[in-house]
């Protein structure tokens, strides 16, 4: 997926909320830190960022992570 022409218009704080990818029959969960307007041309959406990868710090559109199946609240804190 190309996100170099996505423009951040705005970041709010996600609660309690993960992003899931499925893989055959593997669920795997990460956290969403917080919830991206993002502008592409014409366009706007909202995606999650999740911390994904090794270095800390470095956050990703949910959406550009292969396998990418959507987004659920989970109640309570993790």
């Known amino acids: 997926m190309d996100t170099t022409k996505w423009k951040i218009t705005q970041i709010i704080p996600a609660e309690h ?3 899931y990818y499925k893989e055959g029959k593997i669920q795997t969960e990460e956290r969403v830190n917080c919830w991206a307007l993002v502008t592409e041309g014409e366009r706007s959406f909202v995606t999650g960022i999740v911390m994904a ?6 956050g990703k ?18």
Not at 61 to 78: D, K, Q, T, W
């Open 53 to 58: 990868g090794a270095t800390p710090g470095i």
């Open 17 to 19: 909320c993960v992003a």
């Open 61 to 78: 559109f949910a959406l550009e992570i292969p396998n990418f199946s959507g987004y659920r609240h989970v109640r309570g804190s993790e």
